[in-house]
DNA sequence: CGTTGCCTCTATAACGTTATAGAGCCGTCT
DNA sequence: AGACGGCTCTATAACGTTATAGAGGCAACG
């Protein structure tokens, strides 16, 4: 179909291999060719065929980010600060969406697309250790974010237990003692919203407030629903919390709304704190506190990562790595406005 | 590296060829056969390489899907749908972010990757007609949403005069007389936002009410913080207006934001539309009314009129096709809560 | 009994690229 | 003058797959 080598090193009167070398600089080519050559790549409009390059280098260029949900804005911003950090690297990112459905994690672990992608950013959620040890596929792997925890594979995320106790210490220090917490899971996957409940648990022990069962909220997804639904449910209960603490912001922002409805004031009657720093937390009404993971830091370490491990190249420092957070303080918990 | 056709073959005592035809099952395979074979898949666990295949077929089985931004809502929940709806038909779609960028468009029409994709649909933004009928590359194009016209490539969008028509003469209908609209661009690119703004005057007319540039707020781009820097601006010029048209949902909620901290009430004093529908809208306080695209019908169309160009199908009907659009009425232009 | 045709399977040539081995040429050193 | 080395360039064999042409066996037919 297209233009292929062979026409270009026609054109040119010269060999196969010398347009190749022209074209990857792999040799060095006499100038006066090199000039005829680059002519005749720019008159014929040549570009090379990168399922042929990579069946015959055995690499292809891509990359795979995988994530539970696009929809997410969470995910969105790490993946627009991912695909420009594997671009600087040469490298192409593919998004791919699992639906936060096992069976699509499976498949991306060791699924046909292997070969078509030298190495998989994976945010896992429904699968666990076991699953990531009996992987067959030998192409770089790098967790994110959700906890699958001793495995032999580079690992990027924030410390959940230690995020947990910071917002519960921001609730405490403003003076709220009943708090609840909103997107609790049931079964054992999930890992991270068993971790930020640890953190939750531990910051109340700390503070010397009791742990109430009944203001953990549990959820099936992270959504702005979930968030919105739990929080109902906790108000029908009565007894209402002084303070929300949500899995992350989009499950706090359905919190806010659940709250509006009721009729309750944040902060004033009750304040509300979520993790991710989302734009949209920016700009809600009243804004919102946030834990904030360093986005950057956790897309382009992941990103380099993979690219290290690519290219062969040796990769210092601990396979896991925990990145920085701080917390953000916005009119969800008391600062003013503006 | 991997298992691969000869390793089958071997195995089970066969041709490379039979391997093949069991795999595809492009020519009948004898049924003891098909099962050695079979077998000897299972065993090793093979899958077929999927740059050779695509070297020796012409095809990926890869469909591209550009946006302009992956952080915006609108486009995430479009890519989700599509995703879904390109595995259904046994394609893969890979996500490009063009960043709202001339170039990233234009290599995209054109590029090098334009071998390992079978073909492209996108959301243009930077570019026009001109470019798009200059492309060299022969692969099915689909366009959708921001308007190149008049270019022989199907072309999916919802009517964009009609729907800013829609919102106007919803406010118009709720009594609101002084009506802003948040998003205009002063270039000649971005055309959707100019039959918006097109659809907003013609409806202010055919209400009898007047035009009034200063009520027209231009901006760079069509986020959140574009949204509320416009209405900041407009605030600030004193006599402020009864309602908000937004380019989008994003806009109109920084314009929610900017009412709010200048202590407009919505929709008492003002009331805002926007236009997309993303989930965002539903939680907000206040909801967010909004004219809603289907979401679903644009996203599956334009994944099924790709395939069906790339599979040399027959495809009926025109070549640009308009969605329809309903208006979704929330609390920011008076719907009761809850 | 030879021919025909079907059914299964095989051998092999592509697809477009890169890596390897080596050929040819020219100048320089002994 | 002959040998050597360095510099360009070329011929060619892969990479793993699929499509094409055809080989071999067996049953049915005349």
Redesign the pocket.
């Known amino acids: ?2 233009v ?3 026409d270009i090193a026609r054109r040119a ?6 347009v ?2 022209v ?2 600089g ?5 100038e ?3 000039q005829r050559v680059q002519q005749a790549i720019d008159e014929l409009g ?1 570009s ?2 990168l399922g ?2 990579h ?3 055995g690499r292809t260029g891509l990359i795979a980010l995988a994530i539970p949900e696009l929809t997410n804005p969470y995910f969105a911003e790490l993946a627009e600060i991912a695909i420009a950090e594997a671009a600087g690297l040469g490298y192409t990112l593919v998004m791919e969406n699992t639906a936060a459905d096992r069976e699509a994690e499976l498949a991306l672990l060791d699924g046909s697309r292997r070969h078509i992608i030298d190495g998989l950013i994976l945010s896992p959620v429904r699968i666990g250790r076991e699953e990531v040890l009996a992987r067959a596929a030998t192409s770089p792997l790098v967790l994110i974010g959700e906890g699958v925890y001793d495995v032999p594979h580079d690992h990027i995320a924030i410390d959940n237990v230690a995020a947990g106790h910071a917002a519960i210490q921001h609730l405490v220090a403003i003076g709220r003692r009943r708090i609840a917490f909103a997107g609790a899971t049931s079964g054992g996957d999930r890992q991270s919203a068993q971790l930020r409940v640890r953190g939750y648990r531990e910051a109340l022990a700390a503070a010397g407030l009791p742990y109430r069962p009944q203001l953990v909220a549990r959820t099936d997804a992270f959504g702005r629903l979930d968030g919105y639904q739990a929080i109902q449910a906790l108000l029908a209960l009565g007894d209402p919390p002084d303070a929300v603490f949500g899995y992350n912001d989009l499950v706090a922002i359905g919190a806010l709304r659940a709250l509006a409805e009721a009729g309750h004031r944040v902060p004033e009657d009750v304040a509300v704190i979520g993790i991710d720093d989302i734009e949209e937390g920016r700009f809600s009404t009243p804004t919102l506190t946030t834990i904030a993971p360093d986005k950057r830091e956790i897309a382009r370490l992941a990103v380099r990562r993979l690219v290290a491990r690519i290219e062969g190249a040796e990769v210092i420092g601990p396979l896991s790595v925990q990145t920085p957070f701080r917390l953000i303080r916005r009119e969800s918990t008391g600062a003013p406005r503006g």
Chains 1, 2 share one sequence.
Request: charged residues 25%; hydrophobic residues 30%; proline residues 6%.
């Open positions: 179909m297209g292929n080598l062979k009167g010269v060999s196969l291999a010398t190749s070398n074209v990857n792999y040799r060095p080519v006499g006066r060719t090199r040549y090379p065929n042929a390059r069946l015959r280098r």
